[in-house]
């Protein structure tokens, strides 16, 4: 009986637990990769971001008539679009990363 309730609250918080060590990795890769004015104007619009997103998300969902399967595929397509903005946005040079070390030092 002990066994069955471990892997139960197991299953239950360890993707928790993954998504939230997640968001932390993300936030400190962005400090370590930019300067500190971008990095704090970024981190401020991801959250303020992150934070619409959770305003919009029930709404959004209520809005598709298929139920979970229309809001999957959508928001599917919408971290798809974000992944490929992102990358394309974020592109830059080795010797971008230089003259900004040689500027700072």
């Known amino acids: 009986v002990f066994a069955g309730g471990v892997e139960y609250f197991s299953g239950q918080s360890l993707p928790l637990l993954g998504i939230a060590l997640g968001w932390i990795g993300t936030y400190q890769?962005?400090?370590?990769?930019f300067p500190t004015a971008v990095t704090v104007t970024g981190s401020g619009l991801v959250i303020a971001c992150g934070r619409l997103g959770a305003i919009v998300a029930p709404y959004a969902f209520e809005y598709f008539e298929g139920g979970w399967r229309h809001f999957y595929i959508f928001m599917g397509l919408c971290a798809a679009m974000a992944s490929l903005l992102?990358?394309?946005a974020l592109?830059?040079?080795?010797?971008?990363?230089d003259q900004q070390e040689k500027s700072c030092a």
């Open 91 to 97: 592109r830059h040079e080795k010797g971008q990363d």
């Open 86 to 88: 992102s990358t394309i």
């Open 29 to 33: 890769l962005s400090v370590e990769t």
